[in-house]
């Protein structure tokens, strides 16, 4: 098995110790995205939704692969409460055949933003 490193400078650099994302042969592991930049200039939670499916969308592109190729996500959010707000602008970026997926609440996640979104992806 080959394990190739993926980095684009068009996605936040990691905050601590890993990669935005690991291919292992065909697998494609994405580490969480948050939108730090749209949170801390007090974005609104659609706004921070969307930069973090960006972020995911950018690093997916640098690996060659799409939302199409997504065959697992993981959401951790802040409130439960905003579930359906972040579920909305989370399926504009999957609109036929969406992935596995699981949604829990955390009691923080990294600098206090409010959606932190991972996901797994089968390169071709």
Do not use: W
């Given at each position: ?32 995205q948050?939108?730090?930049?749209v ?54 970026f ?31």
């Amino acid at each position: 098995m080959t394990k190739k490193i993926i980095f684009t400078e068009a996605a936040p650099a990691a905050i601590g110790p890993y990669s935005q994302a690991v291919q292992a042969g065909q697998t494609l592991y994405v580490s969480g995205q948050i939108a730090l930049a749209v949170f801390e200039a007090g974005g609104s939670i659609e706004e921070e939704t969307l930069q973090v499916m960006k972020n995911l969308q950018a690093i997916l592109s640098a690996a060659g692969a799409t939302f199409e190729d997504v065959v697992k996500c993981s959401i951790f959010i802040e409130n439960m409460d905003d579930f359906a707000i972040i579920n909305q602008v989370y399926g504009q970026f999957f609109p036929n055949n969406p992935p596995a997926r699981e949604t829990v609440q955390v009691a923080r996640l990294p600098k206090n933003v409010r959606v932190e979104i991972s996901c797994i992806a089968h390169l071709s």
